[in-house]
């Protein structure tokens, strides 16, 4: 990414890369269960953060780890990836998978969080509102259920059939199948939400067609003193879809608590 360094740690054997940029409070971006659409929307952040962009074991140009097979092994990554870097307490935003991780991390680790945000997260169970089974989805309907506007994602699918992108997701979805495959949800996580106490937002596309965005309202049952926001025309991939949406985790992550 133009503008950001590329940083290679290793962090308990796996070498994991993280792109890096801006002056500020660390603010660390735990990505979802894809990379292919790249990090470009938190290049606005940069103008009041020190963002951090590491793409977990298993995805994206970090090494694999089939050590790793739960949500809670990568949250002690983070935990060592933190130590590693002799950080305390970051700005913590997390989306989709990653906003399962999130959550995760700050119920168990809140004393170096200083504020959350949740993007479209994963996680919680609702049966109302279920979430789309992903791994049970042919891989060329995925995109479209991604985003409202499919424009948005088209400078980031190959024209052509493309060897290395076609390994590359199989290589993220396995990773994700590994994760997940007995179920997307934490039965655990509900009783430990409440230790969950720094400022939060939940940030929903609208029209998300993967975890509906009427899933806010379970989230906020756990997290009652959390804001919400929902962005209206757009799906799951709202950071991409809408710059209103990271104007606004911005403004949450600057205003005084």
Request: net charge negative; charged share 25%; glycine share 8%.
């Amino acid at each position: 990414m133009e503008g950001f360094q590329r940083e290679v740690h290793t962090v308990n054997g796996v070498k994991i890369v993280m792109y890096v940029a801006g002056e500020g409070q660390p603010l660390l971006f735990l990505h979802g269960a894809g990379t292919f659409h790249g990090f470009e929307f938190a290049r606005k952040w940069t103008r009041n953060f020190r963002v951090m962009l590491p793409y977990h074991p298993g995805f994206g140009e970090s090494d694999d780890c089939p050590e790793m097979g739960d949500i809670h092994d990568y949250v002690m990554h983070y935990v060592d990836l933190l130590d590693a870097l002799a950080i305390e307490k970051v700005n913590l935003v997390g989306f989709s998978l990653g906003g399962f991780l999130a959550a995760r991390f700050a119920s168990e680790h809140s004393h170096r969080v200083i504020k959350l945000a949740l993007v479209g997260p994963a996680g919680l169970r609702d049966r109302e509102n279920p979430m789309t089974d992903v791994l049970a989805v042919p891989p060329d309907q995925l995109p479209g259920l991604l985003v409202e506007n499919f424009e948005v994602l088209k400078p980031y699918l190959p024209t052509e059939p493309d060897l290395d992108f076609i390994a590359d997701r199989y290589r993220e979805s396995t990773t994700v199948a590994r994760l997940i495959w007995d179920r997307p949800w934490d039965p655990k996580l509900p009783r430990q939400l409440h230790r969950v106490k720094m400022p939060t937002l939940l940030l929903w596309g609208e029209n998300d067609k993967l975890i509906p965005s009427q899933q806010v309202n379970l989230w906020k049952r756990f997290i009652p003193n959390a804001d919400i926001q929902l962005v209206s025309g757009a799906g799951h991939l709202v950071l991409d879809e809408k710059p209103e949406a990271v104007d606004a985790i911005a403004t949450f992550l600057i205003r005084s608590a």
